[in-house]
């Protein structure tokens, strides 16, 4: 792929002085370009570069720098606003922070034959691909749910199987809605069974308001996220209740 840099840092045109080799962020630098083609002069996509860096089938040392000069206090990409485009698009999503970017001196000339926006840099349109912004926030979708997969594996495989009930009853028992007073000589009446629905629902409400309550979370970290499915059951016999977790 033409776009990987070489061994050396590769200046553009003989006449221009380098400023220096510096880390930005790609929110920091500005279009010069009004539109861009969908692929580069490789025959590459934007869209495979995009998938590459996001699944780190690629380094981002691997791609040239970009190569900017300031105008008006801002930092205009006069080389690479292909490039510039997925970087904003992977710092966007927090995949990247800075990218390499190669200063040099202002040539108003060369400037000039590049700067073709119409809104200082801020944006700019992708030509050849009018679906082109869909395919990248696709692949953001896809991107996250594999981290997702990932996370709930390395949990799981942490954890146990097992730990998850565990989970249950220890955050049972840490809210005290175990400790709910059982009420006893209960008649089948109606008003006695909608008492004992309020209290279970009493504790229900416990247990849902302990497990988002950040200060038994922090210290109980395998159980961040217990999700307790609560029902209520009641006896003919006796009249007496239970909370079914």
């Avoid at 040539?107 to 395919?135: A, C, I, W």
């Avoid at 200060?215 to 217990?226: E, K, M, Q």
């Amino acid at each position: 792929m033409a776009l990987y840099n070489s061994d050396r840092n590769e200046s553009w045109g003989g006449g221009r002085r380098t400023i220096c080799m510096t880390e930005m962020r790609p929110s920091q630098l500005r279009f010069t370009h009004d539109s861009i083609s969908c692929r580069f002069k490789d025959g590459g996509t934007m869209e495979e570069m995009f998938r590459q860096l996001l699944n780190g089938e690629i380094s981002l040392k691997k791609i040239r720098s970009l190569v900017a000069m300031e105008f008006q206090g801002y930092w205009f990409v006069v080389r690479g606003n292909r490039r510039l485009y997925v970087m904003k698009k992977l710092e966007e999503i927090g995949k990247i922070s800075t990218v390499s970017v190669l200063k040099q001196t202002f040539d108003q000339q060369v400037f000039n034959k590049q700067f073709s926006t119409r809104n200082m840099g801020l944006s700019l349109k992708v030509r050849g691909d009018p679906y082109m912004e869909q395919k990248l926030n696709r692949l953001v979708s896809e991107w996250r749910t594999n981290r997702r997969s990932d996370s709930f594996a390395e949990w799981f495989n942490e954890n146990g199987a097992g730990s998850r009930s565990d989970s249950f009853a220890e955050l049972f028992n840490y809210s005290g809605a175990g400790n709910i007073r059982r009420e006893s000589g209960l008649s089948n009446s109606g008003s006695n069974y909608t008492d004992i629905g309020r209290q279970s629902n009493i504790a229900n409400e416990q247990v849902r308001s302990t497990a988002s309550n950040p200060s038994w979370t922090a210290s109980h970290s395998r159980y961040s996220t217990p999700k307790p499915a609560a029902d209520t059951s009641s006896s003919k016999g006796d009249g007496s209740w239970c909370v079914i977790l």
